[in-house]
């Protein structure tokens, strides 16, 4: 079965440091997003990218944070400048319209 | 202000049994209503997807029902097993937004042997 995939599994990263966290989705999907979960709660939305643009950004998605497609198969998230609380696990996903989602195993997060 | 609410945050059932969990929502106009198990440390993995102008759908021991008018989702696990046991998320999506989803807190579910 077809699979998101996700890298690193773990990044520990010094406050203030940029990262960046590489996703390959499924190869026929049309829609990719980035979603994050802070330990103990909810699955959050952060941005959502379709046809090479963004499609939709939550108030998390602010200017520290960016994506990009850079050769048709990676999808990728910067975050320039890391705060403590960016510390979280990171999902990848990608979709059809209409149908269920397919999430990565996630990247977690570790700002110090 | 939206809300999605599962109605408890755990549930303890015995191997065997069916295990409901409900969703519901407040202020939402879903197009349609996801459901996905989580695994400690592990991504969301979709389950079963119901749209608005469905009552009920089924997947093996998996059910779910979809009433607009109580704004509420039912998913049913019958025949339990201990391998069924993780979180339970209940997602929605909006007409018009772009397909993004939004996701309850879960309810986690233990089945016991």
């Known amino acids: 079965e077809p699979e998101v995939t996700q890298t690193p599994s773990h990044q520990v990263t010094q406050m203030g440091q940029e990262v960046i966290l590489r996703c390959v989705p499924i190869s026929n999907h049309l829609y990719f997003y980035w979603y994050r979960q802070i330990l103990g709660q909810k699955v959050e939305f952060l941005v959502s990218?379709?046809?090479?643009?963004?499609?939709?950004k939550s108030e998390i998605f602010d200017d520290q944070f960016s994506v990009e497609r850079p050769d048709g198969s990676n999808f990728t998230l910067k975050i320039r400048s890391t705060k403590l609380e960016d510390s979280a696990m990171y999902f990848c996903?990608?979709?059809?319209?209409?149908?269920?989602?397919?999430f990565g195993s996630g990247t977690r997060l570790t700002v110090v | 202000s939206q809300k999605i609410e599962q109605n408890s945050e755990a549930l303890n059932i015995q191997e065997g049994k069916t295990a409901t969990l409900t969703c519901n929502y407040t202020n939402y106009s879903p197009a349609y209503l996801q459901w996905y198990r989580q695994d400690p440390g592990r991504g969301p993995v979709f389950l079963l997807l119901i749209r608005e102008n469905e009552k009920e759908k089924r997947k093996e021991r998996l059910k779910v029902t979809f009433d607009t008018t109580l704004k509420q989702s039912l998913f049913h696990i019958t025949a339990s097993q201990p391998a069924d046991s993780a979180t339970y998320l209940c997602a929605l999506v909006t007409a018009g937004a772009n397909s993004k989803l939004t996701f309850g807190k879960g309810i986690t579910l233990s089945v016991r042997p």
């Open positions: 996903a990608s979709s059809d319209l209409g149908y269920g989602y397919t």
């Open positions: 990218f379709y046809n090479n643009e963004i499609s939709e």
